[in-house]
């Protein structure tokens, strides 16, 4: 035994300068593969073993891509280099070169990964990974989900919860003795009711909305965590959790589809689509052809996931930040008010219509100038599938990550871009949003553009319509208190700490 025990010992000491020598010759190989592939944009002269700067990016995201930015700027490259987990990553900070990413989304250029480790976490049913007419054929089925009517119906939908959970705001603050609370985390909850209720409406009981929050819970946290898919990791739970989700989306729209093939009128997002599915679905059958693509219960579960994800975050942070500006541009709030109160009033018993909300143009500049100061989603992440020669002088690398910052394109461009400034898009002198809109990418650009802005919009304005209406309310304002942190998408840092209390007289109840 004692023999075998020093031979094991020799031979493990033998191997030591050979392991030794392979960790330094593969340090050496990643360091000169991301200095020829980093080539003359400016960025760390040495990077960690595989990890890279990922400790910075996770510790203090706003930092990491504020220190991105300012390299990409300070350069005049308008493009930055880092290492993140063994990948090769470029930062897009010039508009211009942003749409050429946007434009060239192909399996041969960039694919559009919604997260670094997008495709690992959302699944393989998802739509931001689709290319050409495949892409373009489902987006065409999914435009019935955002016409006129169907924005109607979500509008009844949004108004009912969001004066549900404004009801619920102020008798917590009455509770509390008026104390200032930050509404970052109510927002959320009001922003996953109302995604709940108008995407898939009647298809989820209480218990499946109570497991629904769970998981979206797990899938946020993971969404900040290190990618380590083991058991036991905040990213394996959010990979589980987002599983879930597709599997109970995909229930609700085989639901609908029995329900809208029995005659029922859509009442959510998901009827609408699957009206629409039935029928082409019984035409293929009626003229012998296959069945169209697609119409997997699971798979268009996916999508609806995809949905939710677009809606969920970012509207949390276009809600913070809406009334942050607010507070802080009481000429701002005082128009707003003026204009919803022209065109409605809680007393009435009834909701805002949608010729009501078309009519509410100042507010709809707000909207849009919130979107701009503070773009929710601030990068669009995308994987180069080949090498793609960016500009004359640099070729991106097949394998890199690409983050075209649409928060960098966001203060290009337009005067005095710093200010909040709702006149910009209100004005008819200025029309930034038609001189600029090159720069205006908060909804992205090309094929992949956002195929539910306008119920994003429409949903910021009810909510503002709604909160200055019904709510009298103050900033709880500290020293940086609005500087945007990562929660995925950007917050203000308090979390949008306010004073409110009840403005009308009578609440109304739809």
């Not at 990491?64 to 090769?88: E, H, M, N, P, T």
């Not at 690409?402 to 461009?413: A, L, T």
Request: net charge neutral; charged share 25%.
């Amino acid at each position: 035994m004692v023999v075998e025990s020093l031979a094991g010992s020799v031979d493990l000491s033998a191997a030591v300068p050979f392991v030794a020598a392979a960790l330094a010759f593969y340090f050496l190989v990643e360091q000169l593969s991301y200095q020829r592939k980093k080539g003359p944009l400016p960025g760390p002269s040495l990077v960690v073993p595989f990890l890279g700067s990922v400790a910075q990016m996770i510790r203090d995201p706003t930092g990491f891509w504020d220190a991105q930015a300012a390299r990409a700027r300070k350069s005049g490259v308008g493009l930055a280099a880092d290492f993140l987990i063994g990948r090769f990553v470029v930062f897009i900070r010039d508009s211009e070169l942003s749409h050429r990413v946007f434009a060239n989304v192909r399996p041969d250029a960039f694919h559009l990964i919604g997260h670094p480790f997008g495709k690992k976490l959302f699944g393989d049913h998802n739509l931001i990974y689709m290319f050409g007419e495949d892409h373009k054929d489902l987006r065409r089925r999914i435009a019935p989900n955002f016409t006129p009517r169907a924005l109607s119906t979500y509008a009844a939908i949004q108004q009912r919860v969001i004066l549900a959970h404004l009801r619920r705001w102020l008798d917590q603050s009455a509770d509390n003795g008026g104390k200032a609370a930050p509404i970052r985390v109510p927002c959320r909850d009001m922003n996953l009711e109302t995604s709940q209720t108008v995407f898939a409406g009647p298809y989820l009981g209480k218990e499946a909305r109570e497991r629904f929050e769970r998981d979206y819970n797990l899938f946020n946290v993971g969404v900040m965590a290190l990618p380590v898919d083991l058991p036991g990791f905040a990213f394996r739970r959010a990979r589980e959790g987002v599983a879930r989700l597709v599997r109970t989306l995909g229930v609700c729209a085989r639901e609908s589809k029995a329900r809208m093939r029995a005659g029922g009128e859509p009442e959510c997002l998901v009827d609408y689509w699957m009206q629409e599915t039935v029928r082409e679905i019984d035409e293929a059958e009626k003229a012998g052809l296959p069945p169209p693509a697609h119409i997997d219960d699971e798979e268009l579960g996916g999508f609806l996931f995809d949905f939710l994800f677009a809606a969920q975050d970012a509207s949390t942070s276009s809600l913070c930040w809406a009334v942050s500006a607010l507070d802080s541009h009481p000429d701002v709030l005082a128009r707003v008010r003026a204009e919803v109160s022209s065109l409605w009033s809680p007393d009435s018993g009834e909701p805002i219509t949608a010729e009501k909300i078309a009519e509410m143009k100042y507010t709809q500049a707000v909207a849009r100038e919130v979107v701009r100061h503070r773009p929710p989603a601030t990068l669009v992440p995308h994987i180069a599938g080949e090498e793609f020669q960016l500009t004359e002088w640099y070729t991106i690398p097949k394998g890199a990550i690409v983050f075209p910052s649409v928060y960098e394109s966001s203060f290009q461009g337009f005067p005095d871009p710093d200010s909040f400034d709702p006149e910009r898009f209100f004005s008819d002198n200025r029309r930034e949003d038609v001189v600029y809109k090159r720069n205006f990418l908060a909804f992205g650009a090309g094929a992949h553009q956002c195929v539910g802005q306008r119920y994003a919009l429409n949903h910021l304005v009810l909510f503002m319509a709604l909160f200055v209406s019904l709510v009298d309310f103050r900033r709880d304002r500290t020293d940086g208190c609005d500087e945007p942190v990562y929660m995925p998408t950007i917050v203000p840092k308090d979390g949008c700490s306010v004073y409110i209390k009840q403005r009308c007289a009578k609440f109304p109840s739809f």
